[in-house]
């Protein structure tokens, strides 16, 4: 394909397209090209497809696109088609495009499907399975914000025909949305994670977040299998619906009935042993980990390594020494003054699930370095007509705890700084622009620094921060 090539397509779609390197000339396999909407991950021979949102125009970074090495972009803007020298394919309408050409590329691969939703914990889980199951065959996994209808549609087209699992991970914002998502998926296998408040402003209810969670099952065919959480206070719902389409289930979590089990766990300074049962066989294994929530994600990763009959202490060693996602639970060790100062990041996002089992989890955290615990804590977002309520929880639960130094960021948490205990409440911001100097914050060795909220908070702004002052201490 040479510079000056183009093509002006007078539909919406596109069934297929052949790429061939600018350099040689010589046709491209798909499997050697990668399809992109965002400029700044261009690599060479990539495709660029240029779509249109609401805070942004692909558009407009076209010549990006064609400086990182793209051989080609799809545009719908007839101006820059006739305007710019590049090689451009013009359609009506660029996501449908996108949509055919995943579709396409979709209908002729066979991996197992999997698709991941609940409240918390959906990117971890699929973090973890990804990293036992690739250890075993070929393994797609999208990227973390890959979870809505143009997310799980770019990775559709990204998927490779080596790829043996498809990890597809599904979140909602609104009713009705899981299921068109599953439709675009057809999962063999589902998994929810829980039910939690996520997004109630917008459902109005858990039980409606649970009713749209059970959605997941609207694309499987009858011979799937869905992994539920037991202890679940809606677990009889989603068991009852999972029933209607006849499907297969298997349960997950710390009650006797589940399944898959916790079935015993000890704390010590450096983690935690725990005991794992998987219909009835006992497995063992030490987490360096001190968030039992976290922990919890290991269990429909043993229940789907259990379907697929891999050797489940081989996944359990693969599972403790996986990375989770930047800004989730991310422990970072630094040393002031000979003493060990631990940072930890979870600032990625912030439900009440998670801020509240996080909150316990250091409460409960135990470490021989550890002298004073502070926490930073950003605004829940999403809560609607709820987000009163479940701050004054927040609050109660952190005077309840042994934290020694509170800080507050976000307008509702700042209404409710003056109900934190004296002895805890140390300063309030109205915004992430707010915060001084790291150096106001006194730090010590012997320090536990814990930062959560809602990702528009922009607290990880200040884990930036803290990590450049404590590596030039």
Known sequence: MNDNYRINCNFDCLSSINIIDKKSNILLNSDEYNISTDSRSIKENDIFIALKGKNSDGHNFLLQAFQNGASVAIISEKKFFEELNFPLILVQDTF???????????????????????????????????????????????????????????????????????????????KDEIRYLSNLINPDI???????????????????????????????????????????????????NVLSKKLKYITFGHSNKSDIQISKMTRGSDGVFIEFRVFGEVFKAHSNLQNISILNNYLPVLGIANILNYDLDEVLKNIVTSKVHESRWQELDFE????????????????????????????????????????????????????????LKLVNLINKTNIDQVYFCGECLTSLFDMVSSKKRKKQFGSISDFCSIEDFRLVGGDLIFIKGGNKIGLNKLVQEFINYLRLS
Do not use: W
């Open 96 to 174: 449908c495009t996108l949509s055919t050409i995943a579709n396409y590329n979709f209908k002729d691969l066979k991996p197992l499907k999997i698709a991941i939703t609940g409240s918390v914990g959906k990117t971890t889980t699929k973090d973890y399975l990804n990293n036992v199951l690739s250890y075993y065959e070929p393994t797609f996994s999208a990227p973390e914000s890959f979870n809505n209808e143009l997310g799980i549609t770019l990775a559709k087209a990204k998927l490779s025909k080596v790829d043996k699992y498809a990890i597809f991970e599904v979140g909602m914002n609104m």
């Open 190 to 240: 589902s998994i929810i994670t829980n039910i939690g408040e996520a997004h109630i402003g917008n459902l109005g209810s858990k039980e409606n977040i649970a009713i749209e969670k059970s959605s997941i099952i609207e694309g499987m065919s009858r011979d799937g299998i869905v992994l539920l959480p037991r202890d679940d206070e809606y677990f009889e719902l989603l068991r009852k």
């Open 336 to 391: 002031l003054n000979c003493r060990q100062v631990k940072l930890i990041d979870d600032t990625y996002n912030a439900s009440p699930t998670s801020m509240f089992e996080a909150i316990k989890a250091i409460d409960e955290y135990k470490s021989e370095q550890i002298i004073r615990k502070i926490i930073i804590i950003g605004d829940m977002l999403e809560l609607g007509d709820f987000s009163e309520e479940y701050h």
